[in-house]
């Protein structure tokens, strides 16, 4: 017998059993052959990959069904990532950073602008990436970092300057404030040759990622526990309905921004723009950052969202 021939009689007796679901009797008594060799030839179709085996845990079938109902529900692509049991905040965190950042590596391709807004999340994502050149990729900072004790930036130059050394990338830094005391200032600025030359590279970036921010995360969002804010701000910002923030820019619940009084003075890109990048990954885990991922998700920010299947399922309860 040929090797070509011994290969359709072992893939045969496979469809047999796996797709038609018969028995190893019943296969044995149509070709005449003994229940063992029926074995053996299963056996012998899986060492030469004519079968592959797959499993599925238990939990994989609620997991795609979070999925499924998110991306219908907010039209983006959902990726949930299930949370182990006894896993805390911080290693639910991790897991989901881990996902993102093989995500946001497939994004990549040379000659990309890749759109980083800093914060708690993003840089777990960044400390996970796998190290590889991506020829011509740029990075711009979306937002400022700079608070009022004049820290930040070095918080912020650690985070892109690591995702630049593991994809030889190029870093456009955003030296200016988080929030302006003034709206005037801002627009002073904003005038400015060094600023607009950023403000123009943000404009070209092909891909974003970025997370959202919430006033009571399990795992503090950056911008409200680093001196960025003060009591004023914050009862401002809950005086305006504000939920949280995407890029230190603040959304309400239904995902609008614009006459909230703190966005007059903050620094980051605002939906408008960000709606602009074709593609656009945002990041999520803990169940207190469901409110503002709603916000962010009814403003239509993201084309592809991950996050863990407790954060998803508190994104789908809220009513």
């Not at 072992?10 to 044995?28: D, F, N, P």
């Not at 990532?81 to 950073?97: E, F, H, I, K, N």
């Not at 503002?292 to 954060?311: K, M």
Request: glycine share 8%.
């Amino acid at each position: 017998m040929s090797h070509d021939s011994r290969l359709q009689d072992l893939y045969s007796v496979a469809r047999m059993y796996y797709e038609e679901g018969q028995t190893m009797e019943a296969i044995a008594g149509k070709l005449a052959v003994s229940r063992s060799t029926v074995s053996r030839m299963l056996r012998d179709a899986r060492d030469a990959e004519l079968v592959r085996i797959s499993l599925r845990p238990p939990e994989a079938q609620r997991i795609e069904e979070l999925g499924r109902r998110i991306a219908r529900q907010y039209g983006v692509q959902a990726h949930v990532v299930p949370a182990s049991p006894g896993d805390d905040q911080r290693a639910r965190l991790r897991t989901v950073a881990e996902t993102s950042g093989e995500l946001l590596d497939e994004m990549l391709e040379p000659g990309s602008t890749l759109g980083i807004a800093w914060g708690t999340t993003i840089a777990e994502l960044l400390s996970t990436i796998r190290s590889r050149p991506v020829p011509g990729l740029r990075i711009v900072q979306l937002n400022g970092a700079i608070n009022v004790e004049g820290s930040g930036l070095a918080y912020i130059s650690a985070v892109l300057a690591r995702a630049a050394t593991r994809w030889d990338a190029t870093v456009h830094q955003f030296p200016v404030p988080a929030f302006f005391d003034f709206p005037g200032t801002r627009e002073a600025m904003w005038r400015e040759r060094s600023v607009q030359r950023v403000l123009a590279v943000q404009r070209e970036a092909t891909v974003a990622v970025f997370s959202v921010g919430a006033f009571d995360a399990e795992v503090p969002s950056h911008v409200y526990t680093h001196n960025y804010l003060t009591g004023a701000d914050l009862r401002s910002l809950r005086a305006d309905g504000a939920v949280g923030d995407v890029c230190t820019v603040f959304l309400r619940a239904d995902g609008t921004y614009r006459d909230i009084a703190m966005n007059q003075r903050g620094s980051g890109t605002p939906p408008d723009r960000l709606l602009r990048i074709p593609r656009r990954l945002l990041v999520a885990s803990g169940s207190r950052k469901a409110l503002p991922l709603r916000a962010a998700l009814r403003a239509g920010l993201a084309t592809d969202l991950v996050l863990d299947e407790i954060t998803a399922s508190s994104l789908l309860a809220l009513r």
